[in-house]
């Protein structure tokens, strides 16, 4: 099938640099395409496999290695906290799902699953009410949801007590989202969780994560951990939603307005005409 | 036999595999379902997909009358597949398209069985009762099973060393075959349960046999092997797929299972001091929803007002609704028309049971603190607790002696009922924390329904007592009862040359299936984006959450399900 050119020109998270050692050569697909990188004294290179000689670009950016297989690639999306001195930068490992990674980011985007998935650390009955938030596109086409708030028993590895947080959700390619949450230690400032979703093909993907945290406290290890303990809580339900590519229509998965943002990604991935990925039933029965 | 037929009944699950409080996984032509059993014993076949964002249904939590999504928590009633709380929205009412999708379900001779249109007959005749053997999953699809029993042989009495003679394979329905044992009584009956393409589960049941039934199974499973092994050596099986075309597609149209039910006063009683409780039958021949303790009916009074009323059935009770009323002194007029104008009789329209304060699962023990009239959740919280053999308090606090409500069922509850008769507010203060402190706090679970002043001082109290803010869980009534009404205004369809009025109270969506005109709807809250329509002009009144604020500014669009206009001619190109 053709991948949707948005997605074929935009840049695809296939490592977290810390973790590629260096002279070993590493196998790994994007958007269906076997491809190889490696890591020397030069810096990153990649090439697509299988005598395949086609474009095939990687660049470092955010601690994580990027490929585009793309001649005209699309410019890098902006985190500016990423370089600020006094910012830890945290490589909080790659998991592979067998699930479409527009799933993935979905449930990145979700706070109505906090109780029930995340019991104990990032939400709790009976505190399970999702507070109106405010979802908006702005000018560069990436989805803002502000205002979003949230009582939780344990919200980061560093917070002992019940807390309500106060997040930002960013979408800013189709497999591209970050969340800016409240610093416990700097109330001014926030932390920032990326998530880089490598679309390994249709139905199975790589969730990279990479911290950007103003913690003085804990470990790389200590924060690493808690992300996995919360990554591994999410494993068990995305590779369990059916069907594993995500439908697009209403009529097939129901809403609510705690839903807001998941709808309106929905809603621009329709917009942005991206169908990698996605649910169409009527394609598959004709 | 291995095409779907909709309108046949096929073995899904042995009963046994669907335990009390369980929930499993079954499969057939290859899609998935969750099955289980509710605690008055009915069961469910369900598309194993949560109709919220896909989860398996079957990872989920059977509370005993609904089902409970892992995901999000939204919980389904036994029987008919209604979503009864979204606790993302405890304020908002479900979608009326959320519901699970529900297979016809029968359950006989040790066998679960489904059928994909509601409307199929009730099956026939019965095999008998027997002893179930094993259940084997066969790699082959069912026609190749099928064929292969026909060379079956085995020993009435289970005796290995017998060499059995062959019978003829007897076609008892499309999904079941028989074969007698030849010169003895025994019959053996196989089920054939057609889970995909190339996946056929073989089910057993021997009918008559009288051996040890240890020995009886252990020579089947033998055979019932060497069958397989047989089938399987031939050529490898395709890899399975998922089914490409969605559940809902194979099946007749349906709307929705409604929400709304007609119910008729069976009986009225003076429970206490302006308390009255009321027994209400289905109206008609459609079952009475299951309850969960805790779960509340919206009903319309016979003046029009829609009032929330928990119900107090135990969990046995399922062929009627009870629940309780007491007249407010300083009532708008809801509780005193049910007190005034309802009788043995009356007609009642009902929503079906919303469950915003379900007992959650947690290990602790739950102390259940009532205030007047809020002991009737309570009371079916503490009715369940006490059928199940879990350990739990019931605190009840009421004016005196003479408002003390359902004293039949208090007395059945026990010593685990304590009465706090006739206290001021110091009183009660210090009652509730003698209830709350001094306990490992860790282990308890508090849940509390009663006038808000009292709901306060458990709150206050329990904190100060170190029990945490999770462990204390209060009735929260939706507050839309009375729902922002809205002004009248005049729909003008351009396209079709119509006109008709929306009063105060209806929404545009509702007027315009009303006028019988097709408007796709999914959520009903003005997020998912599915009733979108587009406007001429009208002043709007944008409620949604899915149009962007430059959408909203260019009038030329709303979402009927929540916004309207302001009054005067809404003009639509529809």
Known sequence: MRVDEMLWRDWHAVAIVADIAAGRRYRTTVLGVPVAYWRDGDGLHALREAGDTGPCRIAERYATAWICLSDAPLDFFAIPEFDEPDRRVVGAGSIRLHVSGLRAVENFLDMGHFPYVHTGYLGAEPHTEVLPYDVAIDANNEILATNCRFVQPRASAIAADPIEVSYTYRVARPFVTMLYKTCVPAPDRRDVIGLFIQPLSEEWCVAHTVLIYLDDVNSDEELRRFQQTIFGQDLMILINQVPKRMPLEARHEIPVRADAMSSAYRRWLRENRIAYGTWQPEAVEA | ?574
Not at chain 2, 40 to 68: A, D, Q
Not at chain 2, 117 to 134: F, K, N, Q, S, V
Not at chain 2, 152 to 159: A, K, S, V
Not at chain 2, 412 to 434: E, I, K, N, P
Request: proline residues 7%; glycine residues 8%; negative net charge.
């Open chain 2, 1 to 574: 036999m291995n095409l779907l037929d909709t309108g046949r009944w096929y073995p899904i699950a042995r009963s046994e595999d669907a335990p009390p409080r369980h929930v499993c996984q079954a499969q057939l032509f290859g899609y998935e379902f969750a099955v289980w059993r509710d605690d008055g014993g009915s069961v469910n076949v369900w598309e194993n997909r949560c109709p919220h964002r896909g989860l398996k249904l079957s990872l989920g939590i059977n509370t005993g009358s609904e089902l409970r999504c892992q995901y999000h928590g939204w919980t389904y009633a036994s029987g008919s597949g209604i979503c009864t709380h979204v606790p993302a929205h405890p304020g908002l009412a479900e979608p009326s398209k959320a519901c699970a999708l529900a297979l016809a379900a029968v359950e006989r001779d040790g066998f679960i069985w489904c059928a994909f249109d509601p409307a199929t007959a009730a099956p026939e005749a019965a095999i008998g009762a027997g002893l179930t053997l094993r259940s084997l999953p066969i790699e082959r699809d069912a026609a190749a099973v099928q064929a292969a029993l026909a060379d079956y042989r085995f020993d009435p009495d289970g005796r290995d060393d017998a060499e059995p003679a062959g019978a003829a394979l007897r076609e008892l329905t499309p999904q079941t075959f028989e074969l007698a044992a030849p010169g003895s009584a025994v019959r053996l009956v196989f089920l054939l349960q057609p889970a995909a393409a190339h996946k056929t589960i073989l089910h057993a049941l021997l009918v008559g046999a009288s051996a040890d039934p240890d020995r009886l199974r252990r020579h089947h499973a033998q055979r019932m092997n060497a069958l397989r092994a047989a089938l399987e050596s031939a050529v490898p099986a395709a890899p399975a797929t998922e089914p490409s075309v969605p559940m809902h597609k194979l099946l007749p149209v349906r709307r929705p299972p409604k929400r709304e039910f007609s119910c008729r006063v069976l009986s009225r009683r003076q429970e206490s001091e302006g308390v009255i409780s009321l027994e209400l039958a289905a109206a008609d021949a459609t079952p009475l929803p299951a309850l969960a303790p805790g779960a509340h009916l919206n009903l319309t009074t016979p003046s029009g007002l829609v009032r929330q009323y928990s119900v107090v059935n135990g969990p046995a009770e399922r062929d009627t609704i009870v629940i309780g009323i007491k007249r407010e002194p300083d009532s708008r007029g809801g509780s005193r028309s049910m007190h005034d104008d309802v009788r043995e009789g009356t007609l009642l329209q009902a929503s079906v049971p919303r469950n915003t304060f379900p007992l959650v699962p947690s290990g602790k023990r739950p102390i259940l603190v009532a205030g007047g009239i809020g002991i009737t959740p309570l009371l079916s919280m503490a009715q369940a607790l006490q059928a199940r053999g879990e350990a739990f308090e019931l605190h009840y606090f009421a004016r005196g002696e003479q408002f003390v409500s359902f004293r039949e069922r208090l007395a059945a509850l026990g010593d685990a009922v304590r009465l706090h008769l006739g206290l001021d507010a110091a009183q009660t203060t210090a009652a509730l924390r003698d209830i709350l402190h001094g306990r490992p706090l860790e282990q308890f679970k508090v849940y509390a329904c009663g006038p808000g002043p009292m709901l306060e001082l458990v709150r206050t109290t329990a904190a100060a007592g170190d029990i945490g803010a999770d462990d204390v869980h209060f009735e929260y009534f939706r507050n839309d009862a009375e729902p922002a009404p809205g002004q009248p205004f005049t729909v003008r369809l351009q396209r079709s040359a119509r006109e008709f009025e929306v009063p105060s109270g209806q929404t545009l969506l509702q007027a315009l299936h009303e006028q019988g005109i097709a408007v796709e709807a999914s959520c009903e809250q003005g997020v998912c984006g599915s009733c979108f329509t587009e406007v001429v002009s009208g002043e709007l009144e944008h409620h949604d959450l899915y149009l962007s604020a430059a959408e909203k500014a260019s009038g030329k669009c709303l979402m009927p399900c929540v916004s309207r206009a302001r009054g005067g001619v809404l003009v639509l190109d529809l």
